[in-house]
Every structure is written in structure tokens, then in C-alpha cells.
């Protein structure tokens, strides 16, 4: 039996058989020419017949596709023979002899840029005639298509990592578990899992070479794949589907088993999102990504639309706190009317608050559109502002909320400046949300998409605790009370959700799925004994042993599961 | 040669869904077929079978626009392809 440890980021026990993620298509090389034993003319047919064998397979999935999904497919697969994409290419063949492989993908490119230039729904558009040139340039070179394999069967996928545009076309039906050998904690397939529920593996070194159809045990608490699982591995995978559906459902009243409430709230993008959240349980919003309601805009929305999309959110928890981060553009989450794409070093350049440097007045719209939309609903709406790191921003930035008639202005605690600092921070707003996912990755000056740096980038740190440990107490010493949150994946993890309790946080913030765990895991702990927890975490030496140590402490975990 | 003209009736324009039945019909004649805004040089008009043309050619509800054709079947095509155009395909 052969076993691949890497970094448990979704929980679940499940035996599948895996399908490898085929690695995203190469550019031909510039400037590529025909092979000398290649004519034009038979690189024109080749390059035919494989838009047409494209087009054919595309066409046989949009058969059987339905609604919106449907539509997409039979319009993509038409662009697969377009006689435009491929007229253009042959002129290249024939005129410059390319070989076909750059031919097509010159030809793709030109169309996609101009779909990108024309806007709105053509723009739209431009990544699927990208997705076509790919998958012809696959057919040419006789490898599988790139993208999530197509397949009727369920089977556990693993791949390099996943990508925020490979979320579309994953369906959790379909797909049992996800493995990936890169990508951290933090990375985007991390966030993919948590949120649709899938147990899933990161960092998982190896896995790559595993073949297609090879039957595995995958546990997403444990970190672990194993190949050609066994009797005991087998009764806990059927185990945890008992599990599963006990910890679907969160009865809505985060508390500890002595009653010391902790409100668990939902981390949300839109109004989709916030009513699939409600419908969990959630308590309210602790994190509201406004950001995520215009990832695809050229332009800044106007205050109208941004009021009725903030209002979505709100609607769905009347008289319940929401709280809204405004946009927090740059790095991984670029936005083009906020952010400069040439930055050498975007994590550490202008995003989140920082935009209102460089780009001043877009601030101000939001804030007027969240007071809009804040007037119209029964939610209780909080704003906080990502990526403050000294009270002078805090204090700007509860003037302009004050100008706009917003009461509770707060801020995101990600740098970790802001937590060493949180009593002079604090002084000026009404509260704090610690952003996990940052704060580690400041912390430990480790970017949180990268493999090789997975064991970092943990908030299991006992560096990152301690940040956390100073920001309550700065909420301690400002001395009125004001609540400090959690909104980063670290709440999502019921052990660790435990020990962020016994330090002091007042509310955790998380994907709706991990609601139900992190209640269920939290009501068998005292107040006193998460404190307890908090104080052997934050004595560990490293992570891997903070973690080992808290959750020795914690037998439901290994119990359920999770 | 045969042309004619025909008004886009569908709500969201000769794009999305509209479009690629469009194209595909346009495809399954027996004749070339070419579009082209009204009252845009014959030279600049573009295949009719070509989604990704079609989307370039951004024709909006209510606008007018030329097909043309040559050959064997030539007005039976534009005449199908003429009502394809005039009904609302986004209401199906």
C-alpha cells in the first residue's frame, strides 16, 4: 500500500478511481514552421480535421448539456470549424509557412482580441475561443484536451492545481474528491473544495504520476492519498458517509458546550451565495466580498448597481449583522479600473485600501452605494476595509465612512503591523476581522499559491496565533469592548476554530459548508479548555506540532472524520 | 446576384444562442452565403456560416441587414435564412 502525504485542506474519507487533470496546453514556440516532410496543403487538412474532431466532441457534450451550460457548449463547438479562425490560420500556413499548431493559435489569439475588444458579451466570449485553440492544438499533438476530463462516471481528480476558471466546469457530482500536488492551504483549490464540500489534498507531492483508473482512499482531515486501499480504509469511507449528512446541517447557534456564544457566520461573494448561506444556517455575513460582484468589469459600476448588488446580499439576512469589506482589488484579484498589472510585486503593492492612493473617489462611490443599500434593507451592516496597516488609515477611513453615514466602520487585520498595533487601530473604528489567509502570508513572507511553501503557509503558525493573540489583547487595552473576528480559512478548520476561540475571537467567519462542523466540533469544548487549547498551541514550536498537539486534545475530530 | 434584406428580430441581437443557430443554418446551405450591415460596401460583407464573424458584425435588435448568395438555390437559402432572422429566437 503506497501513500502520499501532502496538506489536508477539505475533510472527507472517499475510495474513487482517479482521473488525471491533462497539463494545460504550451504554446507553440514563435515562428514555428512546417516539419520539412509536412506539405501546406496536408497541414491545412490536419488542422481541418482536427477542428472538426473538436467540434464533434464539444457538440456531443452540448447534446447532452442543459440550460445555460448548453447554449455555451454548441457555441463554442461552432467557433471549433469557424471559417474565420480557420481561413486565418491557413493564410499563415500558406503564406509562412507556420506549422499549423502556431497557426491556429496566432489566429486564436487575434479573434480573442478582438471579441476583447468589442465588450460585454463578445468579451465574454474571448476565453471560449482561447479554450478552442487549446483543445485543437491538443487534438494536433495527439494529447488529451485540457480542462476537467469530461466523464459520466464519478472519479477523484488530481491535478498540478486548479485554476478559479476551472470552478465552472467542476461538477461536485461528478467529481468525488480533488488531489493536487501543488497549491497550498490557501490556493484556489483550497477555497474550491471548502466551498462546494469536496474532501481535497494539497501539496501532495507524487500524485502526478499515479495513473489514470488507479483505485484510491483519499482523506481530506489526514492529508492523505493511498493507493490500493484497505479493509479498514474502506469501512471508514462508508463511515464517513453517515458522517457527511450530520454535518450538512448547523443548527444556526454557534456556542460552546457552556454556553459562551460565538456567532458563525458565512463568508459570501453575492446574493447567490448569501442565500445558499442563510439556507445553512449561517448567522450573518462575516465577510462579504464585494469585489466578487465585478471581477469581470472593465469599468467601475455605477452607484446604482453597486447598491442593488450589495442589497442582494442584505436581503437575505434581515435584522442579521453584515459585514461588507469594500473592494479589496490587486494581486491575485485584479480588477482594471483599480489596478496597475505591471506591479513587480503586487502582494506587497497597491490593493485593497491602498487603491484609494492611486485611484481616489471609487472609495467614496462604494461607500455611498453601501449607505444606499444599507437604508433600504433590515440587515445590520458593518464596513471594513481590507489591508489597513497603521491607525492614521483607520482613522481616514472611519471619516470617509462617517461622511458617507455608514455607523460601524471597521477593518480587516491581514498585515501584521495592523495586529502589533490594534489598540491605537482600533481607537478610530468599531471593530476588526482578522484575514487569515493574508496575515500568514505577511507573516511568513510565504506566497500563499505556492506548493513548495504549503508548510508555511499554514495559520496553524504559532506566529500567526500570537498576531492573533496582540490583536485581541489591543482590543483589551483600547477597553470598549470592541469585537475582534475571524474571516480568514482558519475559521473553517473546527480544530483550529477551537483554539481561535480560546484566544479571544468573537465571531468566526467561514465558508457556509464548514458552518456544521465548526458548530458541532465547538459544543464539545468549554471556554475554559478552549483556552487551554490556545495556550498549548501557542507553546508548540511549529506548526505541525501545534496542530498534532490540539488535536490530540479534540477525539471528535478523529471520530467524525474532519 | 440575389440578396435580400432582413431585420434582426431576436431581443439580444445576432449574438449568443441566436447566432450560433444562425450560423449553423447558414452552414447547412448548399451556397455560400455572405452578411453585411445595410448599407456597408458588398466588399466588407462576411460569412454568414461564421459564428465568430457574426459577433463582429454586433447587429442589434431592430438592425438591418443584407445576405446575399450565388448559385444553385440560391433564393431558397436567403428566403430561410431571411425568416430564421425575423423571428425572435431568444422567446424559443
Known sequence: MQNFQGVGVSPGRVIGTIRQMPKPVSEPPSGEQLAASTTAEDAVAGLKAAAQSVHDELKARADKASGDGKAVLEATALMAKDTMLLKSATKLINNNGSSAERAIWEAGASVSEMLH???????????????????????LRGVPAPGIPASDTPFILVAEDLAPADTATLDPAVVTALVTSGGGP????????????????????????????????????????????????????????????TLAVFDGNGTTADGHLVPLLANVGGAKDAAAAAALGAQGVGLFRTEFCFLER???????????????VFDAFPGKKVVLRTLDAGADKPLPFLTDATEPNPALGVRGYRTDFTTPGVLDRQLEA????????????????????????????????????????????????????????????????????????????????????????????????RLVQLTVAGSAEEGNGKPVGVCGEAAADPALAVVLVGLGVSTLSMTARSLAAVGTVLKTVTLEQAQELARLALSAPDALDAKAWVRAKLPILEELGL | MPERTATIASRSGLHARPAAIFAEAAGESPVEVTIAMAGSPADDALDAASILSLMTLGAAKGDVVVLRAEGDGADAALDSLVTLLETDLDAE
Open chain 1, 117 to 139: 475588444n468589442l465588450g460585454g458579451y463578445m468579451a465574454e466570449r474571448a476565453t471560449d475561443v482561447l479554450d478552442v485553440r487549446a483543445r485543437i492544438v491538443a487534438e
Open chain 1, 186 to 245: 490557501q490556493s484556489h483549490t483550497a477555497i474550491i473544495a471548502r466551498s462546494l464540500g469536496l474532501p481535497a489534498v494539497v501539496a501532495a507531492r507524487g500524485v502526478d504520476e499515479i495513473p489514470d483508473g488507479a483505485e484510491v482512499f483519499v482523506d481530506g482531515a489526514a492529508g492523505s492519498l493511498s493507493l490500493e486501499p484497505s479493509e479498514e480504509q474502506r469501512a471508514a469511507a462508508l463511515a464517513w458517509v453517515e458522517n457527511a449528512a
Open chain 1, 298 to 312: 472593465d469599468t467601475e459600476p455605477t452607484v446604482l448597481e453597486q447598491a442593488a448588488a450589495y442589497r442582494g
Open chain 1, 370 to 465: 453601501i449607505a444606499i443599500a444599507a437604508d433600504e434593507t433590515e440587515a445590520e451592516v458593518w464596513v471594513m476595509a481590507p489591508m489597513i496597516s497603521t491607525a492614521a488609515e483607520a482613522a481616514h477611513f472611519a471619516s470617509m465612512c462617517d461622511a458617507a453615514g455608514i455607523k460601524t466602520p471597521g477593518v480587516m487585520v491581514e498585515v501584521p503591523s495592523a495586529a502589533l498595533t490594534s489598540a491605537s487601530v482600533l481607537r478610530h473604528v468599531g471593530f476588526a476581522s482578522l484575514g487569515t489567509n493574508d496575515l500568514t502570508q505577511y507573516a511568513m513572507a510565504a506566497d500563499r499559491q505556492l506548493g513548495p511553501l504549503a508548510e508555511l503557509n499554514t495559520p496553524w503558525q504559532p506566529a500567526v496565533l
